[in-house]
């Protein structure tokens, strides 16, 4: 028996809940026990046709292209309050759709959305151009920052309330519509947030859900009346819709994947280190972009480093994400936790490297249990490659020259990090690193006032602060004669 009984499972399309119209529903499972939640329908072409038509239509009207910006700064206001008289809701629903511990939605994942709505909300009433002193005579000019459209928002399933709020909120206080597609394997709490749209007051149109997997999200890239795709998933989805979206010169905002470094330094703090970095590399039992994967540490303290990572990975506790003590959830899906122990299985054989010991897992849900591999070389593929699980490397260094080179020595380039005593050595090796983001003796964390992105194939453009204000706009010149 499944707690949830006031399931939203239908797609919003032009205010309306709709079941869909080709009749193929994809069921969405609960991770911790391996048990299908519900179903929700597959969206057709006709139906993404729907929601960006309805999105279009709403994007002309005088309801919400003649709203006032404070009008639009209370209407999301009102969803943040909503979502926050909701939140334990949101984040039981969230654990059981995802498996993330409720300790991570309900003190992580679900307040930091209300925060970013609030935030957007703040922006609303402050987005402005610039008068210009232009070289010619009698002339006045001026920039207005106009929105875009009809924006696509596609989600992932690793955060999959949060980052549909990091889309949605500054695409709203811009003055944009959307249409939303999350992931197929965790569609639940975008489908509830749905609701609490309409309740604040949002017209009809301005915000659309459609479900289903990459058919429907291809087809919603594809749609010619959609003037943005705002993508957060892999790199080679990403490069799919970068494609494509260059070809229809359509806006395109992509957060992709990641490999982050680590790099403790000999003079840092090895067990703040050990601390820190079983949070950077163990929350959400690894599936987040920006976890922190390969640890660069000096060869004379390497095996201390790996042996209290291990100890410290060891003696966390697996277990469903709503039972009370549960330090790590189970992975998304069977097929995620299945490719995850073959990296496993691919480190563990690889000459030089060791896995440190880890005990069975027991249970029904997708459990796996952290993997700690020591010894590891840059050339490994579970140094180079993304595995989006709890498979930490620890990778020793001579050199301190060669640090950021070897930091850098994958395709990715979202987040980093630096753990040293040494401020001057700290800052240096962060300003080199060719990474979106740099944490100095932190694990990492976000904030809707701090700009969030990749660099190399982790992404284009930037989310959060004012760059999301600019990833949903764009300058409009305007020139007066005076004569
Ligand atoms: P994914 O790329 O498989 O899917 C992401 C979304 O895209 C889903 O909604 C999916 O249905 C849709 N999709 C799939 N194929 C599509 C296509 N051809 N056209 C349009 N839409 C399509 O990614 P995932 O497995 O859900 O998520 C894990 C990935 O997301 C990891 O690589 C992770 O690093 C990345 N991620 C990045 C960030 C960031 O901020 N940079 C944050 C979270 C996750």
């Known amino acids: 028996m499944h707690p ?34 519900t179903e929700v329908p597959e969206a ?8 960006v038509e309805a999105a279009s239509r709403a994007f002309e009207s005088p309801e919400w292209g003649g709203m006032l910006p404070a009008d639009r700064a209370k209407a999301l206001l009102r969803l943040a309050d909503l979502l926050e008289a909701d939140a334990d809701a949101f984040a039981r629903l969230e654990t059981a759709d995802q ?3 409720l300790g991570v939605s309900s003190g992580f994942a679900v307040p930091n959305a209300v925060e970013h709505l609030r935030y957007y909300a703040g922006w609303a009433t402050k987005i402005t151009g610039v008068t210009t002193p232009l070289s010619v005579p009698d002339v006045d000019h001026r920039t207005r920052r106009e929105p875009l459209g009809v924006c696509a928002l596609i989600t992932p399933w690793n955060f999959p309330l949060m980052i549909c709020v990091w889309k949605l909120a500054p695409a709203l206080a811009t003055g ?16 509830r947030l749905a609701e609490l749209v309409r309740r604040a007051g949002f017209p009809d149109g301005v915000v659309n859900v459609v479900t289903g997997g990459p058919g429907t999200g291809r087809a919603l890239v594809e749609h010619p009346g959609v003037a943005k795709v705002s993508f957060t998933g892999s790199t080679e989805v990403g490069r799919e819709i970068a494609a494509r979206t260059g070809h229809d010169l359509k806006h395109v905002s992509l957060e992709l994947g990641g490999k982050a470094p680590s790099i403790i330094t000999s003079d840092a703090d090895i067990d703040a280190a050990v601390q820190g970095n079983l949070t950077g590399g163990l929350l959400n039992s690894g599936q987040v972009c920006a976890a922190y994967t390969r640890f660069f540490v000096d060869s004379a303290r390497h095996d201390e480093f790996a042996e209290k990572l291990a100890a410290g990975a060891a003696s966390m506790k697996l277990g469903h994400g709503l039972t009370e003590g549960t330090d790590l959830g189970p992975l998304v899906s069977a097929e995620h936790r299945d490719r995850v122990e073959r990296y496993v299985a691919v480190g563990r054989d690889e000459d030089g490297a060791r896995l440190h010991e880890r005990s069975p897992v027991d249970g029904e849900g997708y459990f796996v249990r952290p993997a700690v591999l020591s010894g590891v070389t840059d050339d490994m593929r579970v140094a180079r490659e993304e595995i989006f699980g709890p498979v930490l490397s620890v990778l020793p260094y001579d050199d301190p020259d060669e640090l950021v080179a070897r930091a850098d020595a994958t395709d990715h380039g979202l987040g980093a990090a630096v753990w040293s005593r040494d401020i001057a050595t700290a800052n240096r090796l ?13 694990p990492p964390l976000l904030d809707a006032a701090a700009s969030w992105g990749g660099m190399k194939a982790s992404g284009l453009g ?8 600019e990833a949903f706009t764009e300058v409009k010149s305007v020139w007066t004669h005076l004569g």
């Open 430 to 442: 962060a300003n080199r690193v060719r990474a979106g983001t740099v944490w100095i003796n932190m």
């Open 462 to 469: 930037r989310e959060m602060g004012w760059s999301a204000i």
């Open 99 to 101: 498996g993330q511990p």
């Open 44 to 51: 057709g072409e006709a139906d993404v046709a729907a929601a």
């Open 176 to 191: 944009n519509t959307v249409v939303v597609k999350p992931a197929e394997q965790t569609p639940l709490t975008t489908l």
């Open 4 to 37: 949830h009984t006031d399931l939203r499972t239908d797609m919003l399309i032009d205010g309306d809940w709709i079941s869909g119209s080709c009749g193929g529903t994809i069921p969405t499972y609960d991770p911790g026990t391996g048990a299908v939640i």
